[in-house]
């Protein structure tokens, strides 16, 4: 199913969402859209960016979690923001009111900076939470990373070093696939092989490349 029509807010680049659940391949499939000659914005870098010590969100997150979320050094901690966080959804929601905006925001700028720049570009915007975040409109395609939960549950346990029950609560923390799929235009299957993902995505990145060379020529 299409996503719902929303307001494109330049027409100057081709505006691609990147999403998908944690651990289900975007990174790597972003990495491939970059090789061929897409600007790529991951909005977690965005986010740590944002939570540095002196940035927008640094204080206004260290007034509502506390002093124990931060590190020696006095920055904020991620893996102890993200233990608390996950664990409970008042304060992900709590967290997400408060990076989510910025985010957006931060993203539109670098975006319209790179349309400036490179009229008739690709831009892809990479970000976990699009369907939460109800960003889904700002795109012109969205793509979506699936793969088998099983696959998923063995890749964030060893990513990031969780045990079973960690690492089922942060996937149940984020939007279905149903949901996702709502949203999405293009799915890719990230179930297989490295090679096997990243054949998928240049596929994928084809495709998006010849109807956005499509729609220039007949404007």
């Given at each position: 199913m299409k996503a719902p029509a929303g307001k494109i807010p330049d027409p100057l680049v081709f505006r691609v969402g990147l999403t998908g659940g944690i651990a289900t391949g975007k990174s790597l499939v972003a990495e491939v859209f970059r090789e061929e000659g897409a600007f790529v914005l991951d909005t977690d870098v965005l986010g740590h960016e944002l939570m540095e010590p002196g940035a927008p969100a640094y204080q206004e997150i260290l007034d509502r979690f506390g002093d124990a979320i931060l590190a020696p050094d006095g920055r904020i901690d991620r893996k102890k923001l993200g233990e608390r966080v996950f664990g409970d959804e008042r304060a992900r929601l709590q967290l997400n009111a408060i990076l989510h905006p910025r985010i957006l925001a931060e993203a539109e700028q670098r975006v319209g900076r790179f349309a400036r720049q490179n009229p008739g570009g690709?831009?892809?915007?990479?970000?976990a939470l699009m369907a939460e975040a109800g960003a889904f409109g700002r795109f012109d395609r969205i793509v979506l990373t699936e793969c088998d939960p099983s696959t998923q549950l063995l890749r964030l346990r060893a990513r990031d070093g969780l045990g079973e029950e960690e690492a089922l609560r942060r996937i149940g923390a984020q939007a279905d696939s149903a949901a996702r799929r709502r949203i999405a235009h293009m799915v890719l299957d990230t179930s297989g092989s490295l090679?096997?993902?990243?054949?998928?995505?240049?596929?994928?990145?084809?495709?998006?490349?010849?109807?956005?060379?499509?729609?220039?020529?007949?404007q």
């Open positions: 690709i831009a892809v915007t990479q970000a090679e096997e993902t990243r054949a998928k995505a240049r596929q994928v990145f084809e495709s998006l490349r010849r109807e956005w060379e499509s729609r220039k020529a007949a």
